[in-house]
Each structure stands twice: as C-alpha cells, then as structure tokens.
C-alpha cells in the first residue's frame, strides 16, 4: 500500500492466534486501494459500509453482512464507498485452507463469491471470538472458522450459492 494507502486505513485491532492472522480495518470514505494481494487465502466480512472490489474483470459491490473469500496471492483492488467501510479480514495459513476445505468443496465454488444471508451468522461468531482474550480464545477462533468453512459447506449443498 503506498502513503495515502496508509492514511485511508486504520487497523482496530489485530490479533494472531492459532495459525490465523486477523485484523478490523475501517477505511475511510472514497478510499482506493491499488492492486495488492495478500499471501494467504484469506475471507473478509464486511462489518459496516461498503466497497467495490476488482479482481481481475471482475467486479464484486461488497456491502455490510457480505462474506468474500479469496485465493493466495490473488489480486485485487477496492474503491470504498463514501461513507467508509470496515472489516473484519482473517488470513488462513495454505495447510489449514486446504484442510478445512478439501473434503467439503471446490474453492471455484466459493472463492470470489460475495456469500450472504444464514452465512453472516457464521462470520459473525468468528468476529465474536476475535474480540475475546480469555484462555479458549485459541481454540474457540480456530472451530468459530472450521464451522464457518462447514456452514459454506451445508450452504452449497443448500444451492444458496448456485
């Protein structure tokens, strides 16, 4: 991210716990991001606001309550909305990906697809569990996205996002 990038943003809190890299961003109104990409697969939850991400040629228009996972290293850009938005972004290490979701379905059918509906509640419980620091927090951070990448699971299965 460059220096105005920068200024654009700012990181609430950020907390790594059990092989997960998470961070709330709030971005202000009209912000652009450039092109960057991020070295894990990772997937945001849009806590408030919205945004426009470009990957590629294509546009996906992300607003509050919207779940969007992405591959490693795949880039993108986003154009804030004018009223700012924020995040929650929660980086999952290669192994633990491919792991939570080798059995359960093809990334194609998940990856790049702004989810919505009975899947917020599960973001929601990941979003819950960041924000607490007790002893499980470890643990329960790690099921709350186990379950998360299940519901996406139970939620094709559904045809929600067919």
Not at 28 to 44: D, I, M, Q, V, Y
């Amino acid at each position: 991210m460059n220096c105005d990038e920068m200024e654009a943003r700012t990181i609430r809190r950020t907390v790594v716990r059990a092989g997960l890299h998470m961070y709330e961003a709030v971005y202000a109104g009209r912000a652009a991001l450039a092109e960057h990409e991020h070295a894990s697969p990772f997937f945001t939850y849009v806590l408030r606001g919205d945004y426009v991400e470009q990957s590629g040629q294509s546009c996906r228009s992300c607003t509050r309550g919207v779940v969007i996972f992405h591959h490693e290293r795949e880039v993108h850009s986003n154009t804030v909305g004018p009223f700012g938005t924020a995040s929650l972004n929660v980086e999952i290490p290669i192994e633990q990906w491919d792991e939570l979701t080798s059995d359960m379905l093809r990334k194609q059918d998940v990856v790049g697809r702004v989810l919505s509906g009975d899947v917020e509640w599960a973001a929601l419980a990941v979003w819950r569990e960041f924000h607490r620091d007790d002893f499980a927090s470890s643990l329960t951070l790690g099921e709350a996205v186990a379950l998360l990448c299940g519901h996406l699971k139970a939620s094709h299965e559904r045809g929600a996002f067919e």
